[in-house]
T-cell receptor, first 114, second 118 residues
């Protein structure tokens, strides 16, 4: 169990630029989640995959956001035309199937939009 | 939609003492799961304890226990014999038991920052 890894750890970008984050889940985990966390707040659900299928998307996920998990392994989250309000920590988590199985979180990618 | 509320933004406790963190939630569902997660500074969020709503018995994990009051929609976390390593942000979270879609997302509260004083 090497844990969930996210890359990069930090990203600073100018408003209007596109950014892409990567998440590598724990290898045997079917489910992969993306959350967004702003300072002093709890994580907000963005989207989740079961294997390669994107099963749910939050209304927070505007059309500027897109996530993929092409082979049911790693996932990418892309934000197009970034805005200052996109500045946040983007957390990835993975889990096995089952409603009581714990989510294993990565360290997150901190995005700063200037 | 389900909501989770943590009304204590900050709490502090003396080392070796006991502290209770509060959480309330709102749902129209009868079957669901509740969790407490811990997020230490600059470190990964980890699961502390979980409770199935259909179980009347309160969950315990070593020094951590919950007081689950289903009718009141309350789910508090008690930390006994507090240790310096318990200092972290604690999040209460809700998960529906329905299906594969809405049954899988976690809804988190705003968090409670716990300080442990030596």
């Amino acid at each position: 169990d090497t844990g969930v890894s996210q890359d990069p750890r930090h990203k600073i970008t100018k408003r209007g630029q596109n950014v892409t984050f990567r998440c590598d889940p724990i290898s045997e985990h079917n489910r992969l989640y993306w959350y967004r966390q702003t300072l002093g707040q709890g994580p907000e659900f963005l989207t989740y995959f079961q294997n390669e299928a994107q099963l749910e998307k939050s209304r927070l996920l505007s059309d500027r956001f897109s996530a993929e998990r092409p082979k049911g392994s790693f996932s990418t989250l892309e934000i197009q035309r970034t805005e200052q309000g996109d500045s946040a920590m983007y957390l990835c988590a993975s889990s096995r199937l089952g409603n009581t199985t714990p989510l294993h979180f990565g360290n997150g990618t901190r995005l700063t939009v200037t | 939609a389900q909501t989770v509320t943590q009304s204590q933004p900050e709490m502090s406790v003396q080392e070796a003492e006991t502290v209770t963190l509060s959480c309330t939630y709102d749902t129209s569902e009868s079957d669901y799961y509740l969790f407490w997660y811990k997020q230490p500074p600059s470190r990964q969020m980890i699961l502390v304890i979980r409770q199935e709503a259909y179980k009347q018995q309160n969950a315990t994990e070593n020094r951590f226990s919950v007081n689950f009051q289903k009718a009141a929609k309350s789910f508090s976390l008690k930390i006994s014999d507090s240790q310096l390593g318990d200092a972290a942000m604690y999040f209460c979270a809700y998960r529906s038991a329905r299906g594969e879609t809405s049954g899988s997302r976690l809804t988190f509260g705003e968090g409670t920052q716990l300080t442990v004083n030596p």
